[in-house]
């Protein structure tokens, strides 16, 4: 008997990608660089089951069907490359590599290049999810080698979350790095989901001054409407989750946040290619704040900040939270369509941005019920240029405008900081004006550096250039970039 597909790489994804595998009837061979993972997992959670234990790559390539499809699931970087040289020579023409790990798009690019000079072919893909996804049901977001796609399909989508309509969470995303550039994005709207919740935590502590129990609540019925959503749920769950002595975990633990370097990537990517994705930017360097703990911790006894407490309407102010995370959440989403928008453009991608959006109503940590919305809104019009321009997302946003703006200006007269909805509500207001104040940056860059400026009573392309000081002369720089 041999295998339907293998997989290189034994830690938590891996072993619960390959026990989902099984379950819904595929046979796995398995392999991992440490050799006694492979037989403890065999003779452990994989006894009795479809799986071929596999003491090298040899082995584990001589053990799958053709076209021969090879899964790793290792450490983003060097350990993929290394693998792929170790692979290549056990394959023959048409065999398939594929990464699922969270490797940076422009590798996957070079990678899908490289392999396909072999005569091979080369799938990059997003899966999201983390342990539970993996075992139960995870998004997958495929992109690389178009020939590969229908040897892979029945089982990624068999093993990919379902909607509630029985859809799979997983389509094909693209040529070359279209997938892992689309996981990329999903991460960075990761970052900043959490952020605004971050922000909506703190307000409600610090602002309102409400205990772990009444924010419990809140988000107990903030999970039940428009904000239904996976990292709304847990952050319920971790709000109401006591040790055995009684003692709030959420209390216990450091304020200090790590990152892995994908909503870096975002933020990079979006300043490579000229997209505004302010909000996720905030959110990173939320994150790097965060972790200058002992700078912070002495400056809270140097610097003052405003002597102010909350004395409104507590409910109406979780009510203007609620509209403003929301409101948020749309800007989160439309600037992270953007950027996909801009690489599609750059890289040559046929993006499907509502096949996105179902990939993502599943099985990923950002799935929620919003995202059914961005599908029908792209399914509506597929070259909507801006979420923000679809009639359902124009009147979410006006409905909630007025409590965005409420929330944004008792956090700055607690002293209380929110840099991601506060970017998002800028964002807004900069997108729908037909007039920002550039034209005055263009002419401090022309006195500066005679950078020329375009003039609005003239035709777009023509360029010009003022003498400020007249001493400059009539030379002027010999490119103009918008």
Same mark, same amino acid.
């Given at each position: 008997?041999?295998?339907?597909?293998? *997989?290189?790489?034994?830690?938590?994804?891996?072993?619960?990608? @390959?026990?989902?595998?099984?379950?819904?009837?595929?046979? @796995?061979?398995?392999?991992?660089? $440490? @050799?006694?993972?492979?037989?403890?997992?065999?003779?452990?959670?994989?006894?009795? &089951?479809?799986?071929?234990?596999?003491?090298?790559?040899?082995?584990? %390539?001589?053990?799958?069907?053709?076209?021969?499809?090879?899964?790793?699931?290792?450490?983003?970087?060097?350990?993929?490359?290394?693998?792929?040289?170790?692979?290549?020579?056990?394959?023959?023409?048409?065999?398939?590599?594929?990464?699922?790990?969270?490797?940076? +798009?422009?590798?996957?690019?070079?990678?899908?290049?490289?392999?396909?000079?072999?005569?091979?072919?080369?799938?990059?893909?997003?899966?999201?999810?983390?342990?539970?996804?993996?075992?139960?049901?995870?998004?997958?977001?495929?992109?690389?080698?178009?020939?590969? /796609?229908?040897?892979?399909?029945?089982?990624?989508?068999?093993?990919?979350? #379902?909607?509630?309509?029985?859809?799979?969470? %997983?389509? /094909? @995303?693209?040529?070359?790095?279209?997938?892992?550039?689309?996981?990329?994005?999903?991460?960075?709207?990761?970052?900043?989901?959490?952020?605004?919740? %971050?922000?909506?935590? #703190?307000?409600?502590?610090?602002?309102?001054?409400?205990?772990?129990?009444?924010?419990?609540?809140?988000?107990?019925?903030?999970?039940?409407?428009?904000?239904?959503?996976? *990292?709304?749920?847990?952050?319920?769950?971790?709000?109401? +989750?006591?040790?055995?002595?009684?003692?709030?975990?959420?209390?216990?633990?450091?304020?200090?946040?790590?990152?892995?370097?994908?909503? &870096?990537?975002?933020?990079?990517?979006?300043?490579?290619?000229?997209?505004?994705?302010?909000?996720?930017?905030?959110?990173?360097?939320?994150?790097?704040?965060?972790?200058?703990?002992?700078?912070?911790?002495?400056?809270?006894?140097?610097?003052?900040?405003?002597?102010?407490?909350?004395?409104?309407?507590?409910?109406?102010?979780?009510?203007?939270?609620? #509209?403003? *995370?929301?409101?948020?959440?749309?800007?989160?989403?439309?600037?992270?369509?953007?950027?996909?928008?801009?690489?599609?453009?750059?890289?040559? /991608?046929?993006?499907?941005?509502?096949?996105?959006?179902?990939?993502?109503?599943?099985?990923?940590?950002?799935?929620?019920?919003?995202?059914?919305?961005?599908?029908?809104? +792209?399914?509506?019009?597929?070259?909507?240029?801006?979420?923000?321009?679809?009639? +359902?997302? &124009?009147?979410?946003?006006?409905?909630?405008?007025?409590? /965005?703006?409420?929330?944004?200006?008792?956090?700055?007269?607690?002293?209380?900081?929110?840099?991601?909805?506060?970017?998002? *509500?800028?964002?807004?207001?900069?997108?729908?004006?037909?007039?920002?104040?550039?034209?005055?940056?263009?002419?401090?860059?022309?006195?500066?550096?005679?950078?020329?400026?375009?003039?609005?009573?003239?035709?777009?392309?023509?360029?010009?250039? $003022?003498?400020? $000081?007249?001493?400059?002369?009539?030379?002027?720089?010999?490119?103009?970039?918008?």
């Amino acid at each position: 008997m041999k295998a339907d597909i293998g *997989l290189i790489g034994l830690a938590v994804m891996g072993e619960n990608l @390959v026990l989902n595998m099984e379950s819904k009837g595929f046979t @796995v061979a398995v392999f991992n660089r $440490t @050799v006694a993972k492979v037989d403890a997992f065999v003779a452990g959670r994989g006894a009795g &089951k479809n799986f071929i234990g596999c003491h090298s790559i040899e082995e584990l %390539c001589a053990n799958l069907k053709r076209p021969r499809k090879v899964m790793l699931l290792v450490k983003a970087g060097q350990a993929v490359d290394d693998f792929i040289e170790q692979i290549i020579p056990y394959l023959e023409e048409g065999d398939i590599v594929i990464d699922g790990g969270n490797s940076h +798009f422009p590798d996957t690019i070079r990678r899908a290049e490289y392999v396909e000079g072999k005569g091979l072919l080369y799938i990059g893909t997003g899966v999201s999810g983390g342990e539970e996804g993996a075992l139960l049901g995870p998004s997958i977001m495929p992109g690389g080698s178009p020939a590969a /796609w229908p040897a892979v399909k029945p089982i990624f989508q068999k093993i990919s979350a #379902q909607t509630d309509a029985g859809e799979p969470c %997983c389509d /094909w @995303v693209g040529e070359n790095g279209a997938g892992h550039f689309v996981k990329m994005v999903h991460n960075g709207i990761e970052y900043g989901d959490m952020q605004m919740i %971050c922000e909506s935590y #703190q307000m409600m502590k610090e602002g309102l001054g409400l205990s772990n129990e009444e924010m419990h609540e809140v988000l107990k019925v903030w999970n039940e409407g428009e904000l239904d959503s996976y *990292l709304i749920e847990i952050t319920r769950d971790i709000l109401g +989750f006591k040790t055995e002595e009684g003692e709030a975990v959420i209390d216990q633990i450091l304020d200090t946040a790590g990152q892995k370097g994908t909503g &870096k990537w975002t933020a990079i990517s979006a300043l490579d290619l000229g997209q505004p994705l302010t909000l996720i930017g905030e959110a990173v360097f939320a994150r790097c704040l965060s972790a200058l703990k002992d700078e912070r911790v002495a400056a809270s006894k140097i610097l003052s900040g405003p002597d102010a407490s909350f004395d409104g309407d507590k409910a109406a102010m979780i009510e203007d939270l609620k #509209q403003a *995370l929301y409101a948020s959440k749309i800007v989160s989403y439309a600037q992270g369509y953007q950027l996909m928008r801009a690489a599609a453009e750059e890289y040559g /991608w046929a993006l499907n941005n509502g096949g996105i959006a179902l990939m993502w109503r599943g099985g990923c940590i950002i799935r929620s019920v919003f995202l059914g919305k961005i599908k029908e809104a +792209f399914d509506s019009n597929p070259d909507l240029v801006n979420l923000l321009l679809d009639p +359902f997302f &124009k009147g979410a946003l006006e409905n909630a405008q007025a409590a /965005w703006r409420r929330v944004i200006m008792k956090s700055v007269e607690l002293g209380i900081p929110m840099p991601a909805i506060g970017a998002a *509500l800028a964002y807004y207001d900069g997108y729908r004006a037909a007039r920002l104040p550039a034209n005055l940056l263009q002419a401090q860059r022309d006195y500066f550096g005679a950078h020329t400026y375009e003039r609005i009573d003239k035709p777009r392309g023509e360029v010009f250039h $003022t003498n400020w $000081t007249g001493r400059g002369g009539e030379t002027s720089a010999s490119t103009y970039i918008v």
